[in-house]
């Protein structure tokens, strides 16, 4: 059974039909990155992957569960499905721990001794152990996204779904956001990025996803995508965006 | 014509200041506390998923939004008796002070709940925690700060509208200068002393709020 299952899912925003029968499997483990034009459905897509957007057709199944539109059960789909944003969405009234430990605390009842050694590894490992009881609007916005990485990680989710989190981030900040993903990877942790950098989804990703028109254009292993494009589209886009 | 100020007469009414400054004080705090809470609750409300319970809370802001406060204050004194209701007068102008500011800081807090980004939501619901987890440890917080000055001038507002609740013999300061000018026909005065009383309440509320400010948000402002 695939992480993550999707099958044949349609998604409409009133009479827009942004996805049109969407196909992915993603299995464990694998570093899928999700590209194409703006407006194709990719963060869309991301999104109906832990119930932040609803499908009207089709049937999405992450980690053995089905993906639907109920509170509760989405709930318990959040501790298989870590998301990271573009805008970081930290939260600017709590520190950089509070932020890491919120959840630990509010959802996994960690006691608080826990939840604090917890967010101190985490904190750790993205290069930010100086940073615990900093405000988040003091940091760098690659520190930031760091941190919200981080927060995810707290919740030791299964997959890591990534929207666009280094788009908001000045040109020299990108690196250090990259790295840290890479160190998940070797971890063996399954991330489903929605990116604009080609050069990472080329050197780190396993698979690559184009997005088109709402479908799935072209997928495949990605060297494969990047070396040899099968499709008109997938060529003009590879074009553009070099 | 000439009039010549006469402080000194007022001294031995001093007492009297004081315990209607105390009571009015009193209605201050109560209501300020009261009101806050009360409007937290109903902006949760009035974004709730629940539209009864959406419905109910926009009727109420807009009904006392949209009456005077003194007829408010009124209702609840003469007419809920009229009902079985038996409330004190202090009693009747703490519970309309209550509604009265609960009904505006539902607005306020509600639209620095509507300035939160969508991403805030996203990022809790994320997160595992539920719809009020989200409100109350993530939504609310910074909605507060966001609408902190009008927050407290509201409650100044309050402070300063509470002198209305002399009209149904509540002994605050208002009703003491009134009382006090009554017996020794120094209107002038009497008044200018709860004037200058009320301007120092106020002036001491902002200096209040401001410390609460610097004690409450230390995260770079929003």
Known sequence: ?242 | MSYQLDFPSLVPFLPQFAAGLWTTIELTVISTLGGLLLGTVCAQGRISKDTWLRTICSCYVEVIRNTPFIVQLFFIFFGLPALGFKLSAWEAGVIAMVINLGAYSTEIIRAGIDAAPKGQWEAGQTLGLTRRQVFWHIILPPAYQRVYPAIASQCIIVMLGSSVVSQISVEELTFSANFIQSRTFLSFESYIVAALVYLLLAILMRQAFALVKRCTFKNPSL
């Open chain 1, 1 to 242: 059974m695939s992480l993550v299952s999707l099958d044949k899912v349609h998604k409409y925003y009133g009479d827009n039909h942004v996805l049109k029968g969407v196909d992915l499997k993603i299995e464990a483990g694998e570093v899928v990155s999700i590209i194409g034009r703006s407006g194709s459905g990719k963060s869309t897509l991301l999104r109906c992957m832990n119930g932040l957007e609803q499908y009207q057709k089709g049937g999405v199944i992450v980690d053995n569960q089905s993906v639907e539109d109920d509170e509760y059960k989405l709930r318990l789909l959040s501790r298989s499905v870590g998301m990271v944003f573009q805008s970081f969405n930290l939260f600017p009234h709590m520190t950089v721990g509070q932020n890491v430990m919120l959840a630990t605390k509010l959802v996994l009842k960690k006691s608080p001794s826990e939840s604090k050694k917890l967010a101190e590894e985490l904190l750790e490992k993205v290069g930010l152990s100086d940073k615990f009881s900093a405000y988040p609007g003091n940091l760098s916005g690659g520190q930031q996204q760091r941190v919200a990485i981080a927060r995810s990680l707290a919740m030791s989710p299964k997959v890591l779904l990534c929207d666009e989190i280094t788009s908001a981030l000045d040109p020299e900040l990108v690196g250090e956001v990259l790295k840290v993903l890479e160190q998940l990877k070797a971890e063996g942790m399954t991330l489903i990025l929605v990116t604009h950098e080609m050069n990472f989804a080329r050197d780190v990703g396993d698979r690559v996803v184009f997005m088109n028109q709402g479908k799935v254009w072209e997928t495949g292993a990605s060297d494969e995508i990047f070396a040899n494009p099968q499709t008109e589209e997938l060529k003009s886009f590879l074009a553009a965006v070099r």
